[in-house]
């Protein structure tokens, strides 16, 4: 018997600065470990304020995870020490694995206008923290889109679910983690129910908005229990991102940009990075 999932709880999105002093969102700490599991971390970055962004991310490096980047308005480049470099722009998204190690930096690739983009880090399980590392670039083509019979635009970037019979699969597909993840675009009043994998945790960041109660900018924690969700958007619509994957239930232990299971793995990491032996 199908069962709705209902929303835990919410966490509102602090504002905050990272990389070169830009302005973010975030959604991210220890108290939200047990919540956001297999996530760690998910920021907005939105402006029109050119100051607000362009310092970007300059160079930095990363072990133990994977990091989504997508843009809703925009560009921004990606350069890492494997020679990848791109850019990518309105719908577009990069799906880094940092595994064993990576250097890479994240700059905007414009010098006036808005630039609105997401962050969310997905970690690995233990067993795949060392790793090599990896790089795709996601364009707008690549990403399945469904219009629902309520005109919600429904674009999906990871996993399966179903959306009023129809099958919607993303092109991130095959990892442990099996992660889920879709942006929802919601008129004003309208509904959406979707089908999903009944063993994943569930979640869902409200970008603008109102959806079931839950006011952007929030992060909304599903229950565990049922195999639907649905959502309800406010009188102004809604645009949101829901995202899930299957719990790792391993420890978390991350310094900075590091992101391990013990103490030790940490200061291996660090010490690797000094010696300049991290992406060996």
Do not use: C
């Not at 670039?137 to 990403?143: P, S, Y």
């Not at 309520?150 to 597909?173: D, F, H, K, M, W």
């Not at 959406?192 to 959806?211: A, K, S």
């Amino acid at each position: 018997m199908a069962q709705i999932r209902k929303i835990k709880r919410w966490i509102p999105a602090m504002p905050t600065q990272d990389g070169d002093g830009v302005k973010i969102f975030r959604v991210a700490g220890r108290q939200y470990n047990e919540d956001l599991d297999p996530y760690l971390l998910v920021d907005e970055l939105r402006s029109d304020d050119s100051k607000d962004y362009m310092g970007g991310f300059p160079p930095h490096p990363h072990r133990g995870f994977e990091t989504l980047t997508y843009m809703k308005e925009g560009l921004v480049r990606h350069r890492d020490h494997m020679g990848n470099e791109g850019v990518i722009g309105p719908g577009e998204l990069q799906w880094m694995t940092a595994g064993r190690g990576v250097v890479h930096s994240e700059m905007p690739e414009q010098e006036e206008g808005l630039f609105h983009g997401f962050q969310i880090w997905l970690n690995l399980p233990a067993k795949e923290k060392m790793k090599a590392a990896a790089y795709r670039d996601i364009r707008q083509t690549d990403t399945p889109k469904y219009t629902s019979s309520e005109q919600v635009q429904v674009t999906s970037i990871a996993g399966n679910v179903e959306i009023e019979g129809e099958r919607l699969s993303g092109p991130i597909q095959g990892l442990s983690t099996q992660p889920i993840y879709l942006d929802l675009e919601m008129p004003a009043n309208s509904n959406i129910e979707i089908t999903v994998p009944v063993d994943i945790r569930l979640l869902f960041y409200v970008y603008d908005g109102e959806v079931s109660g839950v006011a952007s900018p929030s992060l909304g924690v599903m229950a565990d229990e049922g195999d639907r969700l649905k959502f309800a958007a406010g009188p102004e619509g809604s645009r949101l991102l829901v995202f899930g994957g299957k719990p790792l239930k391993e420890p978390v232990i991350q310094h900075g940009p590091f992101v391990m299971n013990t103490y030790n793995e940490i200061n291996q990491a660090i010490t690797d990075y000094q010696n300049g032996v991290l992406t060996d």
